[in-house]
């Protein structure tokens, strides 16, 4: 049977030959498909190993040689890059902004690993709104408000992903931590922005100010758990866990409900002709270089503080930020969180973080 009798032409298309032996065409997608002259075989592209022609699904390829996962010892494995990991014992580290390889890693690593993609993922986010607040002018004033808010909001996220990544454990763990969820100035009406358009972007920020204020109190709750566990208090450290658990899950639903919101707010601004314009690599160096001189806007500065951000950590930020590398920025813009797949990749492996994380620490 060909592809096409199989599954219809117009969409697969079929290798070139069939498989040896087999009397079947291999189906892929359309510029999918990959063939071997050297071993005459085909298969989809992610199955494609160099010399060794097609790997099965259940191998993986490795300088030029397929390889199956070892389940002898009765142990389920996954593949992970390159390597085989241990099924529900190992987690796959696969960072988005590193030029490491993937590999197996514990449960902790992983969770520091996606805290420091969406850190830098919320700083490139931070530059790019903060070039555009800073370039806004005349008729764009309003926008300049938009941008604030989003870059403030970011710069809450980049520092709850910075903590979360370093966790120290916290001798001072008989209080619990309280979320603070801090307030911007509100975008209005005015100047193109429709009423309706206002409160979708309100709405957005809010929730992204709370999804940094759930992070932090998350990590701080563990860091908390932490402290009470070295000093033999294990009341107190069932209660941090219990109210991290709680964060985390705030923090998930909050990242999950970003797109919806993101996406209601660019709708209605597009209505007005919005057009979201990515920095240029000018705009964000000069961005930085105003960083560096005067320091963070006033206003990402004062919510931070709001939040609960002790003045190392906010000037370990602004020392961070404008020394970030602009090529990572340029081409961003306001909502980079929906057309940057770094960006949606580094929060949507946040989620599953929160996740993961919540169901352990309610176990434990």
Known sequence: MTCAEQFGAEVTECCSRPIPGSGNYTC????ECFY????????PKKLQCGKAGCCNEDEICFIDECVRCDTSAGIPMFVCGKKCCKQDIEYCCDRIFTRNAPSCCTIEDKLKANC???????MILCAAAGAVAFFATGGLAIIAVLAAGVGTAAG???IA???????PPDPKYKELFLPNVPKVAAVKAGNGISAAAAKALNRMIENRLRSGA?????IRSIEKAQGADKGGDKTWAKRHRRAAAGHAREAATTLERDKSLSNAALRELTKAGFVDTGVSLAQV?????????QGLPGETARVLGAAGVGDARVSAFRTAVSKLDPKLVAGVGIFGDLTDPRLAGANAEMIKALRQSASKLSRA
């Open 116 to 122: 420091k993609d969406q850190e830098v993922a919320m």
């Open 28 to 31: 892929c997608k359309p510029g």
């Open 285 to 293: 160096r000069k961005w930085q270089q105003r960083v560096r001189q």
């Open 214 to 218: 759930y992070t932090i109190a998350w």
């Open 156 to 158: 809450v996220r980049t």
């Open 36 to 43: 071997s002259p050297t071993t005459n075989t085909c298969c």
């Open 161 to 167: 992903a910075k903590i979360c990544g370093d966790d």
